[in-house]
């Protein structure tokens, strides 16, 4: 494959991972025509639910006794607290296989990054994640309760 664009086919595998997973869990999918910050919007037609979605994934590298990946993600967005119902969904390759997605509200993943973030004027917010045995951590704030929490997409 071109490596220049890898990345493109990187993550639109991670999108349609993520897209798979809600079907099977008996939600609708659609790619909003215009990209504005929303990766995906899932529904639950029975129950007028809509909920947008935001994907980021990312190749896993390897340290010494774990792997980190890194992310980045709009600072704009992260901050607009009127985007309370988007939900990041963090996705990592490691040795060729998807690992449990981190699935983080906007809301969450701001209390969460508040007592560490840097510049707020930047445009993009990069964040590295740790992960260790079953445990995923972004610096020291434990983040294990997210793999695979599609609590907020139960009925």
């Known amino acids: 494959?071109?490596?220049?664009?890898?990345?493109?086919?990187?993550?639109?595998?991670?999108?349609?991972?993520?897209?798979?997973?809600?079907?099977?869990?008996?939600?609708?999918?659609?790619?909003?025509?215009v990209d504005e910050g929303d990766d995906i919007?899932?529904?639950?037609?029975?129950?007028?639910?809509?909920?947008?979605?935001?994907?980021?994934?990312?190749?896993?590298?390897?340290?010494?006794?774990?792997?980190?990946a890194t992310f980045s993600i709009s600072t704009r967005q992260l901050d607009d607290a009127t985007k309370d119902d988007i939900f990041y969904i963090f996705l990592v390759r490691y040795k060729d296989k998807w690992?449990?997605?981190l699935i983080i509200s906007r809301y969450d993943l701001f209390e969460r990054l508040i007592s560490i973030r840097g510049n707020k004027s930047i445009e993009n917010q990069t964040i590295r994640l740790s992960f260790k045995d079953r445990s995923v951590f972004l610096k020291d704030i434990d983040l294990t309760q997210y793999q695979n929490n599609f609590t907020d997409f139960e009925s």
Request: aromatic share 14%; net charge positive; hydrophobic share 40%.
């Open 41 to 68: 919007f899932v529904v639950k037609h029975e129950e007028g639910r809509l909920m947008r979605i935001q994907v980021k994934t990312s190749q896993a590298k390897l340290q010494k006794e774990n792997f980190t």
């Open 1 to 33: 494959m071109n490596k220049p664009y890898y990345h493109l086919y990187f993550g639109k595998a991670g999108h349609l991972f993520v897209m798979s997973e809600f079907l099977l869990r008996g939600w609708n999918v659609a790619i909003p025509e």
């Open 99 to 101: 690992q449990l997605p």
